[in-house]
Structures are given as structure tokens and as C-alpha cells.
């Protein structure tokens, strides 16, 4: 059923249950005050009876008593035996008590009595049958069942009309998504000029399309530079294996070309690794397997890890940290703290000191970096201002990173123009979402005499508190 025609007998029904109210309660109210017009008649009548008795004196009905259409009045003595009646008058029917109105039915006739006192110490019951009153109501229910289903149809057909008049934007809305496919994410959706539930609604559309197209925009750059990346190595790897299978190359020339294969397969075996951690440490990768750890303890196997590089090139770590205890992923977490204390060491000068910093803060992420600068991690914060988080921070003596870098920095793909070595631009992607991961933060920024600082800034549980 659709959203139109719910809509159209939601409102008949409303209309149908409140004119069905309205017409039982004028039906009501006809019948009450009928009633109540015929007790004031009945009870005129029975004490007018009762004075002309009194005042002339005579025992039974005169002529002028019983000139009452419609209306039977009979005078009972004090006995309760009848003296006198008048034509049309019910025989044994019940009487009430003096001043009081009654309905009693009788050989399947309903009637209205109504009873004064007599001066002869009985009764003066005047009385008439309740059929045309309720041949009446009959009459004006059949006029209110009418004119209910008359109005009934009309807010059938009006209530069609104004639904359809209603949702007349929700179907182009509907019409134009159908017609968004991946070749044209560029496309939006009309927005109603009032600011309403559908004007929102397609305003959220629209954002949601820009979120897409951005995202669809990544992934086909990911791929592309991903197949860039391994097509190169690849058709140098099948150039040095055909070298070492030529039938006129010597020994020497297919020991060169063994070497560089070998050189080559392990590219693409480092790339195929940093493909699989970037995926493992998005959001989506695999669930946040959160563990309590000492903020000391988790630093030291990331020194650790990057001691062979360091001792490379003669540089030196230095730790500052305290004692605290985080519950973080520390699979994820390590990836990215050894991910930019690795850049930190690879981009440093030989002999020179590389510093990481780690503690545990609370207040919001102005804390964390200045504002204005650039960040990474469109996964927002686990707390608001005043949430407690874990902010660690790598300093390096570097080259620095331009302006223009640093705004693309976290992407995949995205080398620095002084990057050397064998890397693909995979490391600081990784370490982005794997603080995303974290819904946390991370950026970059010059540093004060020359290098980088790199941060990144991890919301931790109230649980830890």
C-alpha cells in the first residue's frame, strides 16, 4: 500500500470517526431535549387538570380537559382506582408517583407520564407515546447518515488530492535518484525552495551524494595509483626474467637480472603488505578490539620495532611519557605510532634526535592542535569537550612539509617531494585510519626550528576514568 493511499484513508477514517461523533451526539441531544419539551407539556397539562379541578369542583375530565391531541390524561382516586380517562388512554398501564415523570412500555409502545397530585387525594397522570419522537430521531439519523457519507466521499477524493499534492516532490525526488548512477554522482536533487521536512530531507540527500561522490572520487584515484604502482614493478620483474632466460646471456648478466627481480618481487611484496594493513586499520577493516595497556609499555614496543632503522642512520629516540593506562587497539595503535616514527626517522637528518611524546588529557581537541591546523580523520570524536584522551605527539629535525603537502598528506599515494626509498605513500594513510579507527584525529605541522611535528589525538572510554 502505498505512502498516498495510507495517507488518504488516514484522513477519511478521521473525518468518517469525528462526523460519526458528531452526528451520534446531535442525535443525542435532538432525543433529550424532544423529551424534555414533551415532560414540560405532559406536566402543564396533568397540573392544569389538577387546578380545574380544585377551582370547579368537579370529580372527573371536562371537555376542555381532554381536548389535548396526542396527550391521554386519566385521575385515579386515593385508592389508586381509576375515576376517569381520557380517549386513547392505555388500559393498566403503570403510573408513577405524584411529581414524578416515568417511561414505561406497553403492548411494544414506549410512553412519557408525568403525575400531580389531586385534590382528591389521588392522582392526575397525564401522558402520550413516545413513537413520533422516535420516528423523528429515525428521520434525523437517516439525514446524518447521508449527509456523513456525502462528506465522507468528499474527504475520500479531497483527502487523494492532498496527499498526492503532498507527495508530489517526494516523486521527483524519487524519479531523479533513480536516474543517479555512478557514471553521474555529480548530479543532485532538486531542493524545494521551503524550508520543510522535504526540503531537509533532500538537502540530506544531497549531502549524502556529495559524501559518496568524494568517496567514489578516492577509491577509483586509490585504485588507479594502486595499479600504477604495481604495474611497474610487475613489467620490470617479467623484463629481468626474460634477460635471464635469453639464451645468449652469460652468467654474470643472469645474476643482474636475477638481483633486480628479486629486488622487484620484494616491492611488490611491501606493497601488497601496506595494501593489506591500510585495509586492516580503516574503520571497517576489522571491529575495535579495545585492551587496556600502559601508555609506557606501548611506546617502547614502537621504539623497539624502529631501533633498526634508527640505528641505520645513527639517531636517537627520546620517550617522554607517563605511567597511565588506556584501553586503545594496540594493534592498530602501534601500526600508527610506528608508521610516523618511522617517516620521522627515514625523513630525519643522520645523527639527529627524534622525539615522541605521550599523555593523557582532558579537555576538547584544542588541546590537542591549534586551531587552524590540518587534520585527518573525518570520523569525528568519541567525546565532546572535556572527554578524556590519549595525545601523542612525534617530533622530527626533518626537511618540513610545505603548505600544498601537508593539506594531502594522510591520502593514499601521497609522497612529499623530498620522499626517497622504496615506499608507495601507504604509511601515514595507514596511520590516519587507524586513528580513524579510533574516531580520533591526526595532522601535521612545522615545527619551530626546522622539521615536523606529527600528532594524533585518541578518545579514550569514560570506563578508564
Given at each position: 500500500?502505498?505512502?498516498?493511499?495510507?495517507?488518504?484513508?488516514?484522513?477519511?477514517?478521521?473525518?468518517?470517526?469525528?462526523?460519526?461523533?458528531?452526528?451520534?451526539?446531535?442525535?443525542?441531544?435532538?432525543?433529550?431535549?424532544?423529551?424534555?419539551?414533551?415532560?414540560?407539556?405532559?406536566?402543564?397539562?396533568?397540573?392544569?387538570?389538577?387546578?380545574?379541578?380544585?377551582?370547579?369542583?368537579?370529580?372527573?375530565?371536562?371537555?376542555?380537559?381532554?381536548?389535548?391531541?396526542?396527550?391521554?390524561?386519566?385521575?385515579?382516586?386515593?385508592?389508586?382506582?381509576?375515576?376517569?380517562?381520557?380517549?386513547?388512554?392505555?388500559?393498566?398501564?403503570?403510573?408513577?408517583?405524584?411529581?414524578?415523570?416515568?417511561?414505561?412500555?406497553?403492548?411494544?409502545?414506549?410512553?412519557?407520564?408525568?403525575?400531580?397530585?389531586?385534590?382528591?387525594?389521588?392522582?392526575?397522570?397525564?401522558?402520550?407515546?413516545?413513537?413520533?419522537?422516535?420516528?423523528?430521531?429515525?428521520?434525523?439519523?437517516?439525514?446524518?447518515?447521508?449527509?456523513?457519507?456525502?462528506?465522507?466521499?468528499?474527504s475520500l477524493l479531497g483527502g487523494w488530492w492532498l496527499a498526492g499534492r503532498a507527495l508530489r516532490p517526494v516523486a521527483a525526488l524519487t524519479q531523479e535518484a533513480s536516474a543517479i548512477g555512478t557514471a553521474d554522482l555529480d548530479r543532485r536533487l532538486p531542493e524545494p525552495a521551503t524550508v520543510d521536512e522535504l526540503g531537509r530531507l533532500a538537502r540530506t540527500l544531497n549531502?549524502?551524494?556529495?559524501?559518496?561522490?568524494?568517496g567514489v572520487q578516492a577509491q577509483r584515484a586509490f585504485v588507479a595509483s594502486a595499479s600504477h604502482d604495481l604495474r611497474s614493478p610487475l613489467a620490470a620483474l617479467r623484463t629481468e626474467l626474460e634477460l635471464a632466460d635469453h639464451p645468449g646471456a652469460d652468467a654474470a648478466s643472469m645474476r643482474e637480472a636475477l638481483r633486480a627481480a628479486h629486488a622487484d618481487a620484494v616491492?611488490?611484496?611491501?606493497?601488497?603488505?601496506?595494501?593489506?594493513?591500510?585495509?586492516?586499520?580503516?574503520?571497517?577493516?576489522?571491529?575495535?578490539?579495545?585492551?587496556?595497556?600502559?601508555?609506557?609499555?606501548?611506546?617502547?614496543?614502537?621504539?623497539?620495532?624502529?631501533?633498526?632503522?634508527?640505528?641505520?642512520?645513527?639517531?636517537?629516540?627520546?620517550?617522554?611519557?607517563?605511567?597511565?593506562?588506556?584501553?586503545?587497539?594496540?594493534?592498530?595503535?602501534?601500526?600508527?605510532?610506528?608508521?610516523?616514527?618511522?617517516?620521522?626517522?627515514?625523513?630525519?637528518?643522520?645523527?639527529?634526535?627524534?622525539?615522541?611524546?605521550?599523555?593523557?588529557?582532558?579537555?576538547?581537541?584544542?588541546?590537542?592542535?591549534?586551531?587552524?591546523?590540518?587534520?585527518?580523520?573525518?570520523?569525528?570524536?568519541?567525546?565532546?569537550?572535556?572527554?578524556?584522551?590519549?595525545?601523542?605527539?612525534?617530533?622530527?629535525?626533518?626537511?618540513?612539509?610545505?603548505?600544498?603537502?601537508?593539506?594531502?598528506?594522510?591520502?593514499?599515494?601521497?609522497?612529499?617531494?623530498?620522499?626517497?626509498?622504496?615506499?608507495?605513500?601507504?604509511?601515514?594513510?595507514?596511520?590516519?585510519?587507524?586513528?580513524?579507527?579510533?574516531?580520533?584525529?591526526?595532522?601535521?605541522?612545522?615545527?619551530?626550528?626546522?622539521?615536523?611535528?606529527?600528532?594524533?589525538?585518541?578518545?579514550?572510554?569514560?570506563?578508564?576514568?
Open positions: 500500500m502505498t505512502i498516498r493511499t495510507r495517507l488518504t484513508l488516514g484522513y477519511t477514517a478521521a473525518i468518517g470517526v469525528t462526523l460519526a461523533l458528531a452526528g451520534l451526539l446531535v442525535w443525542w441531544q435532538v432525543g433529550v431535549a424532544l423529551r424534555a419539551s414533551l415532560d414540560q407539556t405532559l406536566a402543564t397539562r396533568a397540573t392544569d387538570v389538577a387546578t380545574s379541578l380544585e377551582n370547579v369542583g368537579q370529580s372527573g375530565l371536562q371537555q376542555g380537559d381532554v381536548d389535548a391531541p396526542g396527550v391521554f390524561t386519566l385521575i385515579t382516586d386515593s385508592a389508586g382506582h381509576l375515576v376517569d380517562a381520557s380517549a386513547g388512554t392505555p388500559a393498566g398501564i403503570p403510573l408513577p408517583a405524584a411529581g414524578t415523570g416515568r417511561e414505561v412500555r406497553q403492548a411494544g409502545v414506549t410512553y412519557l407520564l408525568r403525575a400531580v397530585a389531586a385534590p382528591n387525594g389521588g392522582l392526575v397522570v397525564a401522558g402520550s407515546s413516545l413513537a413520533p419522537i422516535e420516528r423523528d430521531q429515525a428521520s434525523l439519523a437517516a439525514v446524518l447518515a447521508g449527509v456523513g457519507l456525502a462528506a465522507g466521499l468528499l549531502g549524502m551524494l556529495d559524501r559518496l561522490e568524494r616491492r611488490l611484496g611491501d606493497l601488497a603488505t601496506a595494501l593489506l594493513e591500510l585495509a586492516t586499520a580503516e574503520t571497517d577493516g576489522r571491529a575495535l578490539a579495545r585492551v587496556p595497556v600502559r601508555v609506557a609499555e606501548l611506546l617502547d614496543a614502537v621504539v623497539a620495532r624502529a631501533a633498526p632503522l634508527a640505528g641505520e642512520r645513527g639517531m636517537r629516540v627520546q620517550v617522554a611519557t607517563g605511567e597511565d593506562v588506556v584501553e586503545v587497539d594496540r594493534v592498530r595503535l602501534e601500526q600508527a605510532l610506528g608508521n610516523l616514527l618511522a617517516n620521522a626517522i627515514r625523513y630525519g637528518p643522520d645523527g639527529a634526535m627524534v622525539e615522541l611524546h605521550a599523555e593523557v588529557r582532558d579537555g576538547s581537541d584544542e588541546h590537542a592542535h591549534p586551531a587552524g591546523r590540518r587534520q585527518a580523520g573525518r570520523g569525528g570524536t568519541a567525546r565532546g569537550p572535556g572527554g578524556r584522551a590519549l595525545l601523542v605527539e612525534v617530533l622530527d629535525r626533518g626537511p618540513g612539509l610545505p603548505d600544498e603537502v601537508r593539506e594531502h598528506l594522510f591520502e593514499p599515494f601521497r609522497r612529499g617531494p623530498n620522499a626517497t626509498g622504496p615506499g608507495v605513500g601507504l604509511g601515514l594513510a595507514t596511520a590516519a585510519a587507524a586513528v580513524r579507527a579510533h574516531h580520533g584525529t591526526i595532522g601535521a605541522e612545522p615545527r619551530v626550528g626546522g622539521g615536523t611535528r606529527f600528532w594524533l589525538r585518541v578518545p579514550l572510554p569514560r570506563a578508564e576514568r
